[in-house]
Each structure stands twice: as C-alpha cells, then as structure tokens.
C-alpha cells in the first residue's frame, strides 16, 4: 500500500512540474482563472489519494478482523464439539454409577431384611405407643413387616415403625411410597374386575331369565295347538255320515220309513214315501236317499 502511494506522489509532482514548465514557456494561460481551476484540481487529486489510502487501511483491517474471526469460530466449534463428545461421556458414566448404586443400596436392604427375618422380641413398642409381646418377624418388604405374637399376626407399615425399628428391618421412605402407590393401584384394578364379574353374571342370569320365559312360552303355545287339534279332531269325530246315524220317523200315520239328515246347517231333505212302493224303488231309496224321479228340496 505505501508504494502505491508513493507513485501517486511522484505522479503528483511530475504533474506539478509540467505546469511549471509550460509557464515557464509563456503559455497563454497564464491568468487567474486558470492557477485557480489548477489549484483546485491538484487538491482533489490530493484528497482523493488520501481517501483511497484511509479505504485500502480500512478494508485491510477488516480483512484481517473477519480472518481472525473466522479462525476464532474453528477453534471455538472444535472445543463445542469436543465438550458435547465429553458431556455424552460424562452422562454415560452417571447413569452407569446410578445404576451400581442402586443395586449397591438393594443388595444392602435385601441383606439387612434377611438378617431381620425370623428375628424374635419380648416386646416391641411401635410408633403409637402400643406393644406387641412375644414378637417373631415373618416377613418384610417394601411396604412394612409382618410379625406374628401372642394374640395372632400384625402388619406393621412404615409410618408404624420407629426411626430405629425401620433401619433394623431395612425400610426405606422411598420404596414404601412406592409399595403403597402400587397397593392403590391393585386395590383399584381388583375392584374393577369384581365389577366386570358382577356385571357378567347379572347378564348370565338375565338371559337364563329370558330362556326359560321363552321356553315357558313355547310350552304354553304347544299345549294351546294340542287342545285345538284334540278339539278339531272330536268335531271330525262327531261329524259323521248321516247313514251312521239314528234314524227318525216321519208322518203322522200310516207306515213310513225312515230319512236321514244331514248334520250341516243346510241340506237336502228328503221326502218320506209309503210302503206300497216296489222294493226296488225302497233299495234305491236307501242307496243314494232319494226316490227314483225325483228331487232333493234343499233345506235353508
């Protein structure tokens, strides 16, 4: 940048020069006007250089600024990723130590109830103040113990026991909160399911109801068609031929044989005839029940 400058100097000067020489020759501009606009002309070129020199040192510092920014961003994301990669890291190994510590602290409690377990006490005062005597531990988990003595079994809960007792019987706040949550839960889950039973039965019931009230029906149906058949058949019955039947007299005097009617609303009627008719036309009679010659009166 400063041989820059320096050759616009020595263009400056040799400019400058020139003019000396053409006044030096008698040029005809020699007037006011013209040192004026010459004056004028050399100090813009003077400016303009200088403004152009002040842009080049600008430009340049933000070049270097914007480099050293550029490099200050690499570093910076190489640490970023660098630190992530060791977080990642340092997440793993406190989900692995938790993970030990819980099955340390498990593998203490489980020790701690089992050397409890069976253990046996002349009396033993819980938390309330009453007391159980001849004391014989049965069982403890996460919810509290149960104990056997002398009037029959107990189970102690959590909020029962005294400080010491639940560090002898290896009771923990946090598992018994637990244990309780999960009691609630089973309790709720049990009551839903005797629900559905009671539900489901109450149905069964109902439609056993509804079969032997439809069956009951159907017996009813079956006798009413049996007592119309055994009616339809001893009206079959009672309607018989009318030659099987007695016969009646007819006439007021005189011998007459007998005529049949028919058991029907309505019939023929026939008339009866003396005896001094042929036998063939008496046979003919009891044959079809009319007279040869002649014909039935219908009986409305």
């Given at each position: 940048?400063?041989?820059?400058?320096?050759?616009?100097?020595?263009?400056?000067?040799?400019?400058?020069a020139t003019?000396?020489?053409?006044?030096?020759?008698?040029?005809k501009r020699?007037?006011?006007?013209?040192?004026?606009?010459?004056?004028?002309?050399?100090?813009?070129?003077?400016?303009?250089?200088?403004k152009?020199?002040?842009?080049d040192?600008?430009?340049?510092?933000?070049?270097?600024?914007?480099?050293a920014?550029?490099?200050?961003?690499?570093?910076?994301?190489?640490?970023?990723?660098?630190?992530?990669?060791?977080?990642?890291?340092?997440a793993?190994?406190?989900?692995?130590?938790?993970?030990?510590?819980?099955?340390?602290?498990?593998?203490?409690?489980?020790?701690?109830?089992?050397?409890?377990?069976?253990?046996?006490?002349?009396?033993?005062?819980?938390?309330?103040?009453?007391?159980?005597?001849?004391?014989?531990?049965?069982?403890?988990?996460?919810?509290?113990?149960?104990?056997?003595h002398?009037?029959?079994?107990?189970k102690?809960r959590?909020?029962?026991?005294?400080a010491d007792?639940k560090h002898?019987?290896?009771?923990?706040?946090?598992?018994?909160?637990?244990?309780?949550g999960?009691?609630?839960?089973?309790?709720?889950?049990?009551?839903?399911?005797?629900?559905n039973?009671?539900?489901?039965?109450?149905?069964?019931?109902?439609?056993s109801?509804?079969?032997a009230?439809e069956?009951?029906?159907?017996?009813?149906?079956?006798?009413?068609?049996?007592?119309?058949?055994?009616?339809?058949r001893?009206?079959?019955?009672?309607?018989t031929?009318?030659?099987?039947?007695?016969?009646?007299?007819?006439?007021?005097?005189?011998?007459?044989?007998?005529?049949?009617?028919?058991?029907?609303?309505?019939?023929?009627?026939?008339?009866?005839?003396r005896?001094?008719?042929?036998?063939g036309s008496?046979?003919?009679?009891?044959k079809?029940?009319?007279?040869?010659?002649?014909?039935?009166?219908?009986?409305?």
């Amino acid at each position: 940048m400063q041989l820059i400058h320096l050759k616009r100097s020595a263009l400056h000067l040799f400019a400058t020069a020139t003019a000396l020489l053409v006044i030096g020759c008698g040029d005809k501009r020699l007037d006011s006007a013209w040192w004026q606009g010459e004056e004028e002309r050399i100090g813009l070129e003077n400016d303009l250089q200088l403004k152009t020199f002040r842009y080049d040192q600008v430009y340049t510092d933000d070049v270097n600024q914007l480099d050293a920014l550029n490099e200050s961003n690499e570093t910076s994301g190489a640490r970023l990723t660098t630190l992530r990669a060791q977080r990642m890291e340092l997440a793993a190994s406190v989900i692995s130590l938790e993970s030990q510590r819980g099955e340390i602290r498990r593998t203490a409690i489980l020790g701690q109830r089992e050397r409890a377990k069976g253990g046996t006490f002349e009396e033993l005062t819980v938390l309330s103040g009453k007391t159980f005597r001849a004391v014989t531990v049965s069982g403890i988990d996460d919810a509290g113990v149960t104990i056997r003595h002398e009037h029959g079994s107990a189970k102690l809960r959590f909020d029962d026991l005294t400080a010491d007792q639940k560090h002898i019987f290896g009771l923990e706040e946090d598992l018994a909160v637990a244990a309780e949550g999960q009691e609630k839960q089973d309790a709720v889950a049990y009551e839903r399911w005797v629900s559905n039973q009671m539900v489901a039965v109450k149905a069964d019931e109902q439609k056993s109801a509804d079969e032997a009230r439809e069956r009951e029906l159907n017996a009813d149906r079956q006798r009413a068609f049996a007592a119309a058949a055994a009616a339809s058949r001893t009206q079959v019955s009672t309607n018989t031929s009318p030659l099987a039947r007695e016969s009646r007299s007819s006439g007021s005097s005189g011998k007459y044989y007998y005529h049949y009617r028919s058991a029907r609303s309505y019939g023929p009627v026939y008339r009866a005839y003396r005896s001094s008719r042929s036998n063939g036309s008496q046979m003919h009679y009891l044959k079809t029940g009319r007279m040869p010659g002649t014909t039935p009166t219908p009986n409305y």
